[in-house]
């Protein structure tokens, strides 16, 4: 790659983001922040760039859209679980009320007959609900009343109680394993979605990198197609000349003329070929959204390598057991259903709760002279609103209480429905686990099954198209010597050229087919180094 490519890879690199880790050291090295934009629009209208297998994986993961929906899912999940969580989160209440009446007094003792009254309330309150299933709520209220009887002992009074009560399920709704029902199944599902990113991630990966094969086969086809018209050309050159000399007869120039004129055709289509395939390259790196990308040639700067050290089937088959998504959300969906089963047979139980609470008061006011008898009587409680608060520190008036509630539907066939419907899903996600497991075991066998299959291809496509180049040279010189036609001679280029297209295509299939193993096995973003 001259300077001048690694320039404009690096340029898209830069316009698109920044590069990630994994790009290579030529990158990294090369990298040019201060490029105008006079110096990219010359680099896009006259350039073709070479681009490594590497930054075409880049660059599909930091633009490819549905790697960034796929993520926001993920944020989604996480945020489920925030809402679940905030089950749990106490709730404080605050009330500030005033509540005045003036009244008709029906009793022939009230004095005076026309009742006015005047209270204000200010109260304060926290309730939880706690993991166990416990309900506690604290409650401070506070009350002034104020009124116009005569027989009122406390004008106006104050009145102050602090209430703790506390309800706890003993069998429904018991424990903490069935009060965070929802909230485990919600970090499950925020793990599934992970599995779901990594699943999406890998598709993608797959996809380009296979898009990416496919421009290096085209590239390679076409090279072998301009190698065979090369040839053709050169041996009508010598047929001419034989025809010259009058060694071969005018009709076998016809017919090199033709077969090269056909090759030239293959020349065309291989080359449009090419330019399929670098757009669709262009696609899944998602340069196709910017017009100025739409006539840079992409040219692939990594050739196909043939690894010969793969994993024995055993070890493989237990890692695709372990590591692949799909099996690893199927087992998380499994435990789900596991969860809901167990909150479903604790809502068959019957409701009992123990409740209590307990309670402490305290009362002043302005003491007023009340008639008993010969004399009058003053009120004990005599005080303002802090000897409310004293009496209650004090703890001398208090009340509480404490028992057991039993509650449990006629029937309880909703219950017992939601139990037996869990049980038959929980059922059938085992049952849907089994089966996924028989599936990826018959696909890693067979993925692996191919690298073999490949590697064999490439081993006779290779003996193939040297045989093809051997007799290729022997039909030209007996086609020199007069011993051979020119039909001869062009059949053996042809076959020589299918020879070099079979054994490129074998080779692609096998670079293919090691990333399509490492795919199916899950672990296709460690064999690239990509950590999510």
């Known amino acids: 790659m001259t300077h001048r490519q690694r320039l404009l890879l690096l340029t898209l690199l830069v316009f698109l983001g920044r590069p990630l880790e994994g790009v290579s050291a030529a990158v990294d090295s090369a990298l040019h922040p201060d490029i105008t934009e006079a110096q990219l629009q010359d680099l896009l209208q006259h350039n073709e760039v070479g681009i490594p297998l590497s930054a075409s994986l880049q660059l599909a993961l930091r633009n490819n859209l549905q790697i960034a929906i796929q993520r926001m899912q993920t944020q989604i999940s996480d945020q489920e679980v925030v809402r679940e969580e905030s089950a749990f989160d106490p709730t404080a209440s605050l009330t500030v009320a005033k509540d005045r009446s003036v009244r008709q007094t029906g009793s022939a003792l009230a004095l005076p007959p026309q009742n006015e009254s005047e209270e204000i309330q200010w109260n304060a309150g926290i309730s939880n609900r706690w993991r166990t299933g416990t309900e506690t709520e604290l409650v401070f209220t506070n009350r002034r009343d104020e009124t116009n009887s005569v027989f009122a002992g406390l004008n106006p009074s104050y009145t102050s109680d602090l209430i703790l009560s506390l309800t706890q399920p003993l069998l429904k709704d018991f424990g903490i394993g069935v009060n965070t029902t929802g909230l485990r199944i919600a970090s499950n599902n925020r793990d599934i979605s992970e599995y779901q990113f990594k699943d999406a ?74 330019r399929d395939a670098e757009d669709l390259l262009r696609k899944a790196i998602n340069l196709s959204a910017d017009p100025r990308y739409w006539d840079v040639r992409l040219i692939p700067s990594d050739d196909p390598t043939i690894e010969t050290q793969v994993a024995p089937l055993a070890e493989v088959l237990r890692t695709a057991l372990t590591q692949r998504p799909d099996l690893n959300q199927a087992r998380i969906d499994l435990e789900n259903k596991q969860i809901q089963l167990k909150y479903a047979r604790n809502q068959t139980l019957p409701r009992l709760d123990l409740v209590g609470s307990l309670g402490l008061s305290g009362l002043a006011g302005n003491a007023q002279p009340v008639a008993q008898g010969p004399g009058v009587v003053f009120s004990p409680f005599d005080g303002n609103y802090s000897d409310t608060l004293e009496e209650l520190r004090s703890k001398d008036h208090y009340d509480y209480s404490i028992g057991l509630e039993l509650a449990y539907p ?46 064999k291809r490439i081993a006779a496509a290779t003996a193939a198209r040297k045989l093809a180049e051997e007799r290729l040279r022997t039909e030209t010189r007996r086609f020199e010597v007069g011993l051979a036609t020119s039909h001869d001679v062009l059949e053996f280029q042809e076959k020589l050229a299918v020879a070099k297209s079979n054994e490129l295509r074998a080779i692609i299939d096998y670079r293919e087919s090691l990333m399509n193993l490492h795919r199916v096995q899950g672990t296709l973003l460690e064999s690239k180094g990509i950590v999510l």
């Open 410 to 455: 006629l029937g309880n066939r909703a219950a017992k429905s939601e139990k037996i419907m869990a049980d038959l899903e929980t059922q059938q996600a085992l049952f849907a686990l089994k089966d996924l497991e028989n599936e990826a075991i018959q696909v890693v066998r067979e993925a692996y099954r191919q690298i073999e299959t490949n590697r």
């Open 201 to 274: 991630v890998m598709e993608i990966l797959f996809d380009v990198e296979s898009t990416y094969w496919e421009l290096v086969y085209a590239r390679e086809e076409l090279l072998v197609k301009e190698e065979s018209l090369r040839l053709a050309e050169d041996f009508l050159k010598i047929t001419r000349r034989k025809v010259e000399v009058g060694v071969l007869p005018e009709v076998e120039i016809l017919q090199a003329e033709a077969e090269r004129a056909a090759r030239e055709e293959a020349v065309i289509t291989a080359e449009d070929a090419v």
